[in-house]
Nanobody
Framework: QVQLVESGGGLVHPGGSLRLSCVAS????????IGWFRQAPGNERERVAC????????VYSDSVKGRFTISRDKTKNTVYLQMTSVQAEDTAAYYC????????????WGQGTQVTVSS
């Protein structure tokens, strides 16, 4: 059974940085995509960034490109989301997901971690 456990959320000032972690376990896929989605109150869940297990290729939403970086440590089965220059619009619950594609439907999900950007 796939388990995804996020950590690293919290309160951060505008312009600051934060690093989220997602530890994956219980999977046996040869190929997968793991990534981050976020959901703010009243909004739909939106893609933030994904990374593939095959070649570590990445994809980012336009809203975070150049500010956020997704990476993974294969030895720890951990994916990171380094967030820099955060803005109030980045406030949301951030969810780790695993799927065949960077696509929310049919994905495995973590429980989420809250990121609040406020002065």
């Amino acid at each position: 059974q796939v388990q995804l456990v996020e950590s690293g959320g919290g309160l951060v000032h505008p312009g600051g940085s934060l690093r989220l972690s997602c530890v994956a376990s219980g999977f046996s896929y040869d190929y997968y995509v793991i990534g981050w989605f976020r959901q703010a109150p009243g909004n739909e869940r939106e893609r933030v960034a994904c990374i593939s297990s095959g070649d570590d290729s990445t994809v980012y939403s336009d809203s975070v490109k150049g500010r956020f970086t997704i990476s993974r440590d294969k030895t720890k089965n951990t994916v990171y989301l380094q967030m820099t220059s955060v803005q109030a619009e980045d406030t949301a619950a951030y969810y780790c997901m695993m799927n065949v594609y960077c696509y929310p439907y049919g994905a495995h999900w973590g429980q989420g971690t809250q990121v609040t950007v406020s002065s």
